[in-house]
């Protein structure tokens, strides 16, 4: 996937589990301005292991050095690269530190389930289990990064998506009940969406 298609994908992820996160006593402010932003850099982390992308041209010395050690869609893309960072959310158990560490693995596990869409997918992705190559669906929904298929996607499906999400999500916050008339702008939204994809 391109990196904007990640990063959408990562800001649909990070505002679905907001109401997660507040349940388990999370600040909006603290969510908003370093959770949020840490799923985001996630969400674009593993592609660090190729010099090219968007972060490795950000962070072109620590691009190479990943580029070197392995190749592209390898260990930064593997299930045990996000668990890295849960394990160590675990053990320093703190209040500060255990939620940023959490975040970011959600990041990179949402990169990571945005390139199973992909034609070529993940391989070898549960390393060192077994070599099995990871994908999401089957061969013929898969698409080329980088591919029309892929822009149409991101036109017009994790757009929309993030649109409602956060209507559903950040509104419902105040008001707590989603009524007749947002729902009926919802499906007027979605209707016009597929007049126009059509």
Same mark, same amino acid.
């Given at each position: 996937m391109l990196a904007k298609s990640h990063i959408s994908l990562g800001l649909l992820g990070g505002i679905v589990a907001y109401p997660l996160a507040q349940k388990l006593g999370v600040a909006k402010e603290f969510y +908003?301005?370093?959770l949020l932003p840490l799923i985001l850099l996630g969400s674009l982390l593993p592609d660090i292991d190729e010099p090219k992308s968007f972060i490795g041209r950000k962070f072109p010395a620590i691009s190479r050095i990943f580029s070197i050690s392995f190749s592209h869609r390898g260990f930064t893309h593997f299930l045990i690269f996000p !668990?890295?960072?849960v394990a160590l959310g675990a053990i320093f158990a703190h209040d500060i530190i255990t939620p940023c560490l959490f975040a970011l693995a959600y990041g990179i596990f949402l990169h990571q389930v945005g390139d199973m869409l992909t034609i070529s997918g993940i391989p070898h992705y549960?390393? $060192? !289990?077994?070599?099995?190559? @990871?994908?999401? !669906? $089957?061969q013929m929904l898969r698409f080329r990064t980088g591919s029309v298929a892929e822009k149409l996607i991101l036109i017009f499906i +994790?757009? $929309? !998506?993030i649109a409602l999400s956060a209507i559903y999500i950040f509104d419902a916050e105040s008001s707590q009940i989603l009524n007749m008339q947002k729902l009926k702008e919802i499906d007027r939204i979605?209707?016009? +969406?597929?007049?126009? @994809? +059509?």
């Open positions: +908003l301005t370093l !668990l890295i960072f549960f390393f $060192p !289990l077994f070599r099995k190559k @990871a994908v999401l !669906l $089957p +994790l757009t $929309p !998506l979605l209707k016009a +969406l597929g007049e126009i @994809a +059509l």
